[in-house]
């Protein structure tokens, strides 16, 4: 349903959309690594640069425990469903919420995933010229698994390394109602002020 | 004497005036002459304005017969581009007619673009009724929760249950079969907290996903009208 090089398109465009999006200083390191089907949200590479790294194990998402934000993507032809595994524990905090007295830790990863969801909403404008965008809401992780059931046509998960010692995990899920074949070219520099646009 | 002079007179009348008839008569010739000569330069030059008048007279015929042939054409011409002219007008006036249909036209499909964007509330609301229901959700996973710790309670009192059973000896042999059967009945029903749990998790997301998807969609409904509605407007200016 979905061709090959049109996976490689919404990965692509996912990467772009994470590392523009997710760190939350311009140079801090943000290091994606898909995850096998079948393994736990960490294991794999991502797990042995953590140890490399003298991280500790709490350091990376434990699916399915704690909640992720989901976002979806409409087509006519298909949606595109983002999931964002945030751990809450300290260093993930500190990371993200940093001076935000304001706003809850659900809220900031909550805008943070709408931003990245936004801008990979964006890049697929490019290719697919009717699409919305939903709000995040926030879900059980223990309800990931279950994304299987919506029959995907393209289903991927990754490790996401931010900073030093924050892990996050994100789910990518694709169901087609039709073949998709598109190739993205993601090179175009990144424009900055198109945050507002997003909502 | 006298007579002589008178006749000598008389013959000098008669001789001068015989001389003044002749040279009158010569002086009458050459000035009949030169009338002549004159009158006939006079009859050549009138003859060749004649001559001249003739040939312009017949230039003038044959341009007049030209200029006759060209306002009959010129004529024909505008019969015909009074022809021309009223079939534009009239295609003019068919035109305009169009024109204004094809105006009104884009103006209801803006309109009806515009009226359209509205079910964005629709989604909008479908999507809030989402809230409610994943409220439930959580409500049935509290209660599930509960039941599990029941269930959990009832593990370790069927447990203890048992084994006060075993000390009771053959006494507690009914006891035991008792206890034994509420472990198995815990057993079961703890398996089917966790199924439940499974299922209320893939409700979550079934629920979740699907309503993202009626907002997202509502989303792109509304800006695919947008759209229309602008291309809507940009033709009615067109036309205006």
Redesign the interface.
Known sequence: MISSQAKDSIERIFYKAAQARLPMAPGDVCDIVPIKPGSVAGKGAIEARAKDGGATQAGRPQAPTGQVV???????LF?L?LLLHFNEDDSTRDYFVKDDAQSTFGEIVAEISNLCCGAMNQELLRYFP??????P?M??A???P??E??KPSYLSSYAIQLGDSVYVAATLCVCAAAPIDFVADVSAVEESSGELELF | MTQSYLVAALMGSVVTAIVAYFLHRFYAAQATTRIRVEAHARTDALAQTQARRTEETGQEEQAKQELESAIVDLRDDLARQIATTDEIRVALKTAVEEKDQWTQQARQIADEASRLKSLAATFERW?EQ?ISL?TQNQDMHAKNHELSAIVRHVVIVSLNASIEAARAGPAGRGFAVVASEVRELAARSEELSKSY??SL??N???T??TF??I??????????LGSVEALANQLQSKLH
């Open positions: 989901v976002l979806t993507i409409s087509g006519i949606r469903m009717d699409l919305g965008m939903s709000t809401y879900l059980s223990q309800c990931v279950h994304l059931n919506l | 999507h989402m994943m749990r499974n998790h893939r979550d997301l079934t979740t996903t993202q998807d907002q997202a969609g509502g989303k792109m409904i509304t800006a695919s």
